[in-house]
């Protein structure tokens, strides 16, 4: 059957129907719900080949992301995609298999978890959902024991590192809770622990610690924050706790550096939270956190339901969820077990490496992340004078490669970094053709018959020159646009397809 609609309206806001013409003539609207039907086909052809022009997941180097499951994963995912999560009563076995999860996490953490005791932890939609969860339960705690004390309770404060993920300042804005962050230094880009510790008041909730720097992949040091808050409350008489972040490390360190002791092994950390759909290897949809014992998760912000059936206990921010990345959680931890999982950081470990000695070899890098830390690589140039780390992101687009460039946060923010993140999918080979599709690059912006750029860009975007000068910026961009327009015909017919 072929649809045809009369749609009088403004072209901007129509889809045209180009490939799904066989089943349907006219275009649809791209901003009101369509007045009638269309076939199933029809509707598939036409969102398909809008995705089309999605980057390729696998080539997206900005993201921790997982993009690739086996196929008998993919299969479980699609089983259970029309189950609620939250229907506990009616999903028991979905229930049970969280809870597994939750426990094997815990025991990976070193909670101090007795053999016939459950670990006290969440599945959450990520890492963000986790902070929120695990912020909100020492928010309360604070509270409680200043109200106790008959202290204010109005003005709580997180000590943190200038480089925390963005879901740290919304938990604060969200919560109304004052983000304290330690400045960063040119080459140090994590929390320093004697200036965190010494920021630490009677105010402060928790200090936040991120095993995995998400600008450098860095670990910061837990075990000295530990040590040196002990002895500050100590002497305050206070009993400031720490959370881990573990956002990207969690599944990171335990399998190649097991003697790094970042986790509940530290007295002093109370909450950690790791994101499931980072290196626990699974899609987008699922993070977890744990805490150390049931006292550190007060009572009153579990909410218990029993109208879906018997009671349940909950502690989301939502409610309903899908329960696919649970099950594909599950089916990772039985799948591949400790030694998989090993092996496959391994890999990632040496694929960094690899790219790293790459970059190394041109000699025109500064190499930003550390060896130890998740498997990720951030760099930038030595000299940016002829041309930045944004044109050589732009270069880099024509091979498929999708690399984020970035500055530093405040303090650091004139140093601009390339980041690529090391995946389970990003081989070996994949990696010998970047470092190599780099060097390709970096010789023919080398070769340019002018310079593309003398500035650098800050961390608003604005240009400046290499005094430091505000240049217009339209000029500079028209300049930019000729030089990526002159530099495409220079390399057309050379095109190389990464898949
Ligand atoms: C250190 C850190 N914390 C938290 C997050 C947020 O994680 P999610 O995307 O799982 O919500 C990220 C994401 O990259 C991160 O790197």
């Known amino acids: 059957m072929v649809i045809t609609t009369t749609i009088a309206a403004d072209s901007n806001e129509l889809l045209h129907s180009t490939f799904a013409s066989r089943y349907v003539r006219t275009p649809?609207?791209?901003?009101?719900?369509?007045?009638?039907?269309?076939?199933?086909?029809?509707?598939?052809?036409?969102?398909?080949?809008?995705?089309?022009?999605?980057?390729?997941?696998?080539?997206?180097?900005?993201?921790?992301?997982?993009?690739?499951?086996?196929?008998?994963?993919?299969?479980?995912?699609?089983?259970?995609?029309?189950?609620?999560?939250?229907?506990?009563?009616?999903?028991?076995?979905?229930?049970?298999?969280?809870?597994?999860?939750?426990?094997?996490?815990?025991?990976?953490?070193?909670?101090p978890v007795g053999d016939d005791e459950t670990a006290i932890g969440v599945g959450t939609v990520g890492s963000s959902e986790a902070i929120m969860l695990a912020g909100l339960a020492f928010k309360r705690k604070w509270q409680n024991k200043r109200k106790a004390e008959g202290k204010t309770y109005d003005k709580p404060n997180i000590v943190t590192g200038a480089n925390v993920q963005v879901?740290?300042?919304?938990?604060?804005?969200?919560?109304?809770v004052e983000l304290k962050e330690v400045k960063l230094t040119e080459g140090y880009y994590v929390m320093d622990p004697v200036k965190a510790v010494e920021m630490v008041d009677e105010n402060t909730i928790c200090v936040a610690a991120i095993l995995g720097s998400t600008l450098t992949g860095e670990f910061e040091d837990v075990k000295l924050l530990n040590e040196l808050l002990?002895?500050?409350?100590?002497?305050?008489?206070?009993?400031?706790?720490?959370?881990?972040?573990?956002?990207?490390?969690?599944?990171?360190?335990?399998?190649?550096?097991?003697?790094?002791?970042?986790?509940?092994?530290?007295?002093?950390?109370?909450?950690?939270?790791?994101?499931g759909h980072k290196y626990g290897l699974v899609y987008?949809?699922?993070?977890?956190?744990?805490?150390?014992?049931?006292?550190?998760?007060?009572?009153?912000?579990?909410?218990?339901?029993?109208?879906?059936?018997?009671?349940?206990?909950?502690?989301?921010?939502?409610?309903?969820?899908?329960?696919?990345?649970?099950?594909?959680?599950?089916?990772?931890?039985?799948?591949?077990?400790?030694?998989?999982?090993?092996?496959?950081?391994?890999?990632?470990?040496?694929?960094?490496?690899?790219?790293?000695?790459?970059?190394e070899k041109t000699g025109r890098f500064g190499i930003?992340?550390?060896d130890v830390g998740v498997p990720l690589v951030a760099f930038s140039l030595k000299d940016s004078s002829k041309y930045t780390v944004f044109?050589?992101?732009?270069?880099?687009?024509?091979?498929?490669?999708?690399?984020?460039?970035?500055?530093?946060?405040?303090?650091?923010?004139?140093?601009?970094?390339?980041?690529?993140?090391?995946?389970?999918?990003?081989?070996?080979?994949?990696?010998?053709?970047?470092?190599?599709?780099?060097?390709?690059?970096?010789?023919?912006?080398?070769?340019?018959?002018?310079?593309?750029?003398t500035k650098s860009a800050t961390v608003?975007?604005?240009?400046?020159?290499?005094?430091?000068?505000?240049?217009?910026?339209?000029t500079e961009r028209e300049i930019q646009e000729e030089i990526i327009q002159y530099w495409r015909r220079l390399v057309d017919g050379k095109r190389i397809g990464v898949c």
């Open 284 to 359: 987008a949809g699922v993070g977890w956190v744990i805490w150390r014992t049931e006292e550190d998760l007060p009572e009153e912000l579990i909410f218990h339901i029993n109208y879906l059936g018997s009671d349940q206990p909950t502690f989301t921010l939502n409610f309903s969820k899908g329960s696919s990345q649970i099950i594909a959680q599950y089916y990772q931890f039985l799948r591949l077990g400790f030694e998989g999982y090993k092996r496959i950081i391994e890999n990632c470990m040496d694929n960094t490496r690899v790219l790293k000695e790459g970059l």
């Open 230 to 275: 002990t002895k500050k409350n100590e002497e305050t008489g206070w009993d400031t706790p720490i959370h881990v972040d573990a956002a990207s490390g969690g599944f990171i360190a335990p399998f190649v550096y097991p003697d790094l002791v970042w986790d509940f092994r530290l007295p002093l950390v109370k909450s950690i939270n790791v994101s």
């Open 460 to 474: 608003s975007g604005e240009l400046e020159n290499a005094e430091g000068k505000k240049v217009d910026k339209k």
């Open 167 to 176: 879901c740290w300042e919304k938990f604060a804005r969200y919560f109304e």
């Open 28 to 111: 649809v609207p791209r901003f009101k719900m369509p007045e009638r039907s269309m076939p199933k086909e029809a509707a598939y052809q036409m969102i398909n080949d809008e995705l089309m022009l999605d980057g390729n997941p696998r080539l997206n180097l900005a993201s921790f992301v997982t993009t690739w499951m086996e196929p008998e994963c993919n299969d479980l995912i699609m089983t259970s995609i029309n189950k609620n999560y939250v229907d506990m009563d009616e999903y028991p076995v979905t229930t049970e298999l969280q809870n597994r999860c939750v426990n094997m996490i815990a025991h990976l953490f070193h909670a």
């Open 368 to 370: 930003v992340s550390k």
């Open 391 to 453: 044109d050589m992101s732009e270069s880099l687009r024509r091979f498929g490669w999708i690399i984020p460039t970035y500055t530093m946060p405040a303090d650091a923010k004139h140093i601009a970094v390339l980041r690529v993140v090391v995946r389970e999918d990003f081989s070996r080979s994949l990696a010998e053709r970047l470092s190599s599709n780099i060097e390709q690059v970096l010789e023919e912006m080398e070769s340019l018959p002018i310079r593309t750029s």
